[in-house]
């Protein structure tokens, strides 16, 4: 809940009509959710101009409109089902950023834990998995899958009020300078990185720009400030072992020397089991080691904010990991591994170590979509996941312009298949593959290429 006045201050915008005293219930973008006494905020898309919806905002009962000084100046509907005089209009220089203003002022409302997760792969199940733990406790905001953008988190933390003791925001970025806007706007106090990776190079260039944009993060810590990194990751081990450590920095690691360390691993098919500092034992519901890191990330900021060993263990053991990320599924009898939110080279290479270790007595499948926002080493590094994939998986279906290329340079194989859409890897699938019931396939792609059609009848 706001006073005009407030949304007033946070913009620094004008208030053209209506009482700067009135009360609003509520943020919206959306025409379509409108509550009355609810401001609308008309925010501008690649595809949408939210000023067109003014009207029908108002008529749903919007009480507080706020628009572009530049936008719209006759959208404002005169009759008798509308009584200007009460409508209160705030005029800003660009509402996007208006969105984040305000959810900043709102976020400082709060003397509260806000634990920030960055990174180029883990990112939403560390978020997920801190929530899930921290939720046994304590009463958690978090922004829902994957809202991460300047949209999304924004979002996220206006719907902060006095019920929550503590927000878990994962900080997502495709270009310099989006994790320090959007660490600005919720201002964490503990910031968790997962690890360095080939994403995003198009316009990262390469790893040290990936590093240089995901450490931004730790720069916007707000006091007191701890930062949890993962020894293991290159960059990030750097940090660790920096003589003086500015922010407080707590590290953790599989193979390195770390304040939370595992050992006695056993990783079987969906299930892992360790040790953290060779005494306590957990259990995590997963393919693939490397969640061991989400989880010693999320222990360590469990344990910062007062958890017992114990209870993070039996949370632990009650997680299930996101949607499309590393799933054990059955489409048409058959066992896929379903990796289909996103992809870059470091997550794929992941996923492909979990095909190569998974136990089957049937075939192992790749069904590989593009890996997009790669720029000049694109085709490097789809040959490289092709090469390391041909040496275990007796098929390989290559989805995309990219990956088909890649697939060409490794000459005419009779186990590589091309194809353009997710939708023609199917029929590949079943009619020329020929997948059967002891068989393991793996998908995986970037979002756009739709990779989860794979599955669908």
């Known amino acids: 809940m706001f006073r005009v006045d407030e949304l007033l201050k946070a913009t620094a915008g004008k208030l053209v009509s209506g009482n700067k005293n009135s009360t609003i219930k509520g943020i919206s973008i959306d025409s379509r959710n409108i509550k009355k006494g609810d401001a609308f905020l008309a925010i501008r898309g690649e595809n949408f101009d939210g000023h067109e919806f003014i009207p029908q905002a108002i008529k749903k009962g919007a009480s507080c409109v706020i628009k572009e000084a530049s936008k719209c100046q006759t959208c404002l509907p005169v009759g008798r089902s509308v009584k200007l005089s009460k409508l209160a209009v705030i005029e800003v220089k660009d509402t996007t950023n208006a969105l984040g203003d305000i959810a900043r002022f709102n976020r400082r409302k709060f003397n509260i834990p806000v634990i920030a997760v960055s990174g180029s792969n883990g990112k939403t199940t560390t978020k997920e998995l801190i929530a899930w733990i921290l939720s046994k406790k304590f009463k958690v905001l978090k922004n ?49 990185i997962t690890n360095i990776g080939s994403s995003h190079l198009e316009y990262f260039k390469d790893l040290s ?66 040790k953290v500092n060779q005494k306590f034992k957990f259990t995590l519901k997963a393919l693939g080691y490397y969640n061991i890191y989400n989880a010693l990330e999320a222990i360590a900021v469990a344990r910062v904010l007062g958890m017992e060993y114990r209870d993070i263990a039996k949370r632990i053991a009650t997680f299930n990991l996101p949607k499309s990320r590393l799933n054990l599924i059955k489409f048409k009898g058959i066992s896929f591994i379903d990796d289909t939110y996103n992809s870059n080279p470091l997550s794929l290479k992941q996923a492909l170590d979990v095909l190569e270790n998974f136990k089957t007595s049937g075939r192992k499948i790749l069904v590989m979509g593009d890996m997009l926002e790669l720029g000049s080493k694109a085709s490097d590094l789809h040959l490289e996941a092709i090469e390391k994939a041909l040496k275990f998986c007796q098929s390989l279906i290559c989805v995309g312009r990219l990956s088909k290329i890649a697939a060409e340079a490794c000459g005419a194989k009779k186990n590589i298949f091309t194809c353009e859409t997710s939708f023609e890897a199917r029929k590949i699938l079943f009619k020329e593959v020929c997948v059967a019931k002891n068989d393991i396939v793996l998908v995986k792609g970037s979002r756009r290429m739709m990779m989860e059609e794979v599955f669908k009848i």
Not at 160 to 173: K, M, P, Q, R, W
Request: aromatic share 8%.
């Open 144 to 192: 829902e899958g994957t809202k991460n953008n300047h949209i999304g988190l924004p979002l996220t933390l206006l719907k902060l009020d006095n019920s929550y003791d503590i927000a878990v925001v994962e900080i997502g970025t495709n270009h310099f300078g989006e994790v320090g806007y959007l660490a600005d706007i919720c201002q964490p106090t503990i910031a968790v």
């Open 209 to 274: 720009g990936v590093f240089k944009e995901k450490y931004t993060l730790i720069k916007h810590l707000q006091q007191p400030g701890l930062a949890i990194l993962n020894c293991d990751d290159v960059f990030l081990r750097q940090e660790v072992l920096r003589k003086t450590r500015t922010p407080f920095t707590l590290s953790v690691g599989i193979r390195s020397k770390s304040d939370f360390f595992t050992s006695a691993i056993k990783d079987t098919d969906g299930e892992i089991k360790f």
